[in-house]
């Protein structure tokens, strides 16, 4: 059964500083790894996805990495800004239950200007 | 609309009343999905579809139902509603499954069971 973890759950840094999220999971038998931001109270935006044989995509200032043999994956945002405050969330498509997404819990960031 | 909609938006519910949330999607897409979210739990799969016709179980599906008679909606429903399905509900779809796709989300229903 396919499990995704994320750590740390919570942090917080100043503007402008880089930042890394992290995100394991335990099934390397994956589809693809998404990474979504969600606001407080609202729904999932995505972010980035990486196929299961590619090895990073980036989008601006957001780069995520995917290692399927040690079953992490990485966000790196750069330059950090307030705007960037929300929970991120990183999921698995696995063969389980229709391919469905298998979420972690989150890590929720706070940029203070 | 190009993406999911989902009704209604938020609801108030008194227990042991019967509820359908409703999902709607316009991107032909195969693959369609329910989560809930809760505070310290995340999101869990209560109940997905692989195509029109074909509906499966999640992690959590117990007191919910779904049906799938075309491609287009996936209805969930709550046959007698407990205070502890109060949480806030996400339909998801994407092209087909086990592809390299990305997965659209709708904007959540948020229920409350009092």
């Known amino acids: 059964k396919q499990e995704v973890t994320q750590i740390p759950a919570a942090l917080s840094v100043p503007e402008g500083e880089n930042l890394v999220l992290n995100c394991s999971f335990t099934?390397?038998?994956?589809?693809?790894l998404q990474w979504f931001r969600q606001d407080p109270g609202k729904g999932l935006t995505s972010l980035l996805l990486?196929?299961?044989?590619?090895r990073e995509q980036t989008s601006g200032r957001l780069n995520a990495s995917l290692d399927k043999s040690s079953g992490r994956s990485t966000l790196y945002i750069a330059a950090s800004q307030p705007g960037d405050s929300a929970t991120y969330l990183c999921?698995?498509?696995?063969?389980?239950?229709?391919?469905?997404?298998?979420f972690g819990k989150g890590t929720t960031l706070s940029v203070s200007s | 609309i190009a993406g999911i909609t989902q009704a209604p938006t938020s609801q108030i519910l008194a227990a042991g009343r019967r509820m359908t949330l409703r999902c709607t999607q316009d991107?032909?897409?195969?693959?369609m999905y329910w989560y809930r979210q809760d505070l310290g739990l995340g999101l869990r799969l209560i109940h997905y579809?692989?195509?029109?016709?074909?509906?499966g179980k999640g992690e959590v599906p117990d007191g919910y139902s779904v049906s799938r008679a075309n491609t287009d909606d996936f209805p969930l429903t709550l046959a007698s509603a407990v205070p502890s399905q109060t949480s806030v509900y996400f339909c998801?779809?994407?092209?087909?499954?086990?592809?390299?796709?990305?997965?659209?989300f709708g904007s959540g229903t948020r229920l409350t069971v009092v």
């Open positions: 998801a779809s994407t092209r087909t499954g086990g592809s390299n796709y990305g997965y659209t």
């Open positions: 099934d390397s038998a994956i589809y693809n």
């Open positions: 990486i196929q299961s044989s590619q």
């Open positions: 999921a698995a498509a696995t063969n389980q239950a229709g391919t469905a997404l298998i």
């Open positions: 991107m032909r897409h195969n693959a």
């Open positions: 579809s692989n195509t029109a016709g074909t509906t």
